[in-house]
């Protein structure tokens, strides 16, 4: 099966209007041939072609935009969050907030790498696995931090008023 997000649009783009145009010449010089005088009904059909042509390159552009809009609206959330856990971070003690800091660190870099180069699939796949043991493990202290030192964490009825 043939993945049409390996090429790019720009080849898509240029082999469909090349087997369109081609398909529309051969029906032409077929017609001709069939019946002996010029086709002056195949403007119309050039004209319909390319105008469907024009819709799904319409339709095309407005899918990328929408995507480019939500992984940009992702991006976002994600940088948001991790300098809400920085700053959060930054409250624990001395030892703990220097240990959450460096995964974050981490992480960040882990997240710039996949994001900043095309990396095979298998490294994409372990650079998100890390990515996951790091969210775990600063979880897991937070959750080892807060059953050690309830003071640290406020109830929930609590932060309501």
């Known amino acids: 099966m043939i993945n049409l997000d390996d090429y790019p649009l720009l080849t898509i783009f240029v082999v469909a209007l090349i087997v369109i145009l081609g398909a529309s010449e051969i029906g ?31 339709f095309t552009f407005a899918m990328a935009l ?19 856990t920085a700053l959060r971070a ?14 974050l660190r981490e992480y960040v870099q882990i997240r710039l790498d996949v994001t900043q180069g095309t990396a095979p699939e298998a ?20 959750m080892a931090l807060a059953a050690k030192d309830t003071g640290l964490v406020r109830p929930a009825s609590s932060s309501s008023r």
């Open 28 to 58: 032409r010089l077929l017609g001709v041939r069939a019946t002996g005088r010029g086709g002056d009904d195949v403007s119309t059909l050039e004209g319909a072609t390319l105008g469907l042509l024009a819709l799904m390159i319409g």
């Open 90 to 103: 930054r409250l624990l003690p001395a030892p703990q907030a220097a240990e959450a800091l460096k995964s």
């Open 123 to 142: 490294r994409l796949k372990a650079a998100i696995v890390r990515s996951n043991e790091i969210q775990e493990a600063l979880w897991r202290n937070a």
């Open 66 to 84: 929408s995507r480019f809009e939500a992984r940009r609206d992702a991006v976002l959330n994600e940088a948001n969050a991790i300098g809400t």
